[in-house]
Structure formats: structure tokens, C-alpha cells
């Protein structure tokens, strides 16, 4: 997990004719919230938010946010906290809002954290199957600094018609899986030539028995 500073002004103001005004001012509007942080309006630089989450994925950042006043240079206090949510334009993907969850480096928290495909699986290799992966990402529990960057799913062993669940992987030590142990990560499926001959190969059956029973 990587940590990084980053300024913020604690908004005095606040609605939608302001976050217009600070948008275009180079300024995204956010705030900051959690189970024991009454919600704090703010106001970040849209430059320097995004100069990071280009360089490091958000869910895995630790920002350390130097709260500010309004014309202040100092900063008043420091709280460290994930970004929970991006609010995008529908249209652009341009970021208009910022959701900062604070968390407490004694304390575990939720966060959703990637997948990492190690492997080649036995049923690719021989061409009868593909990967279909049906989860980008898993809830995980554990302190702020054990975060892992990504969760390594190793798919060596699947075949066609194997599937690994959330219950098979392995969590390393002080970090707990939230997700359902039954839910599906990764399954191999097999390939639309290998259906049609299967397919195929099931009307030659029933063709055969149809010819015996006449």
C-alpha cells in the first residue's frame, strides 16, 4: 500500500452552483467521512489527485490528507483515509466529485482490492478451453497498511469445466476474505469448437438410438 500526501481545503461552502465554480477552477470538490468522522467538506486539486491515481491505482493509495483552511498554508490537522468512491461524468469520465473514507492504522477496514491472473490453465493450454473471469476484484478485511496492491489467483490446475471460488484461495496472514466463500472467481469454459463437437456429437447419439428403435 502506498501512502501519499496530498492537500486539502476544509469548504466552508458547499452545493452544486460551488462545485460547478470549483470544477472550473481546476478544483474537485469532495469530502471526507467514516464510522467515527463527522462528514467534512473539501476541496482538492484536480492536477494533483489525478497525477496520482495515474501513476498508482486508487485502491491503492493511502492518502494522507493535510487538512487546511480557507487562505491557510499551514495545515490545521492530518487525517489518513481510501478514496471510497469517484463520482465520473456520464459522458466524459471526467471526476467531479471525491468520496474519502478515514481509517485508523490500528483498526481494520473494508476495501476492494484486484485480481491478478497467475498461470496459464490446463484447459486453455490444449486449446479445448477459455478463461472467463467473473470477478475483477475482492472485499478483503485487514489494517490499512497490509492492504495488498493485488490478489493472486493461480489457475494452473483448472481445466475445462473447473472453477475456483473464493473459499479455494489462500489469504495471507492478517487479511480475511468478506465475499461469500461460494462465489466464483474464475471458471474455464469450453470453446465454441469444442461445443459444436459436443453438440454434434450428442445428435449422432440420438440419430443412432432413433435408428435402433425403428
Given at each position: 500500500m502506498d501512502q501519499v500526501s496530498l492537500s486539502a481545503i476544509i469548504r466552508t461552502k458547499t452545493g452544486k452552483s460551488v462545485a460547478r465554480k470549483l470544477r472550473k477552477q481546476g478544483i474537485l470538490p469532495a469530502v471526507?467521512?467514516?464510522?467515527?468522522?463527522k462528514s467534512i467538506?473539501?476541496?482538492?486539486?484536480?492536477?494533483?489527485?489525478?497525477?496520482?491515481?495515474t501513476k498508482i491505482p486508487r485502491q491503492q493509495v493511502l492518502f494522507t490528507l493535510e487538512l487546511k483552511n480557507e487562505g491557510e498554508q499551514e495545515a490545521v490537522e492530518k487525517r489518513t483515509a481510501l478514496v471510497k468512491e469517484l463520482q465520473l461524468h456520464p459522458v466524459s469520465d471526467e471526476i467531479r466529485h471525491i468520496d474519502f473514507y478515514e481509517v485508523f492504522m490500528d483498526e481494520e477496514v473494508e476495501t476492494e482490492v484486484p485480481i491478478k491472473i497467475v498461470g496459464t490453465a490446463k484447459g486453455v493450454e490444449t486449446g479445448k478451453g477459455m478463461l472467463e473471469l467473473l470477478r475483477r476484484t475482492l472485499t478483503i478485511s485487514c489494517l490499512p497498511l497490509s492492504i495488498p496492491k493485488e490478489i493472486p489467483v493461480d489457475v494452473s490446475d483448472l481445466d475445462v469445466g473447473d472453477a475456483l471460488h473464493v473459499e479455494d484461495l489462500k489469504a495471507e496472514?492478517?487479511?480475511?476474505?468478506?465475499d461469500d466463500p461460494d462465489t466464483t472467481i474464475v471458471t474455464v469454459v469450453p470453446?465454441?469448437?469444442e461445443t459444436s463437437e459436443e453438440e454434434a456429437e450428442a445428435e449422432e447419439e440420438t440419430g443412432t438410438t432413433e435408428e435402433s428403435s425403428e
Open positions: 471526507l467521512y467514516g464510522p467515527k468522522t467538506p473539501l476541496a482538492v486539486s484536480a492536477h494533483e489527485f489525478k497525477k496520482i491515481i496472514e492478517g487479511i480475511t476474505f468478506v470453446t465454441e469448437a
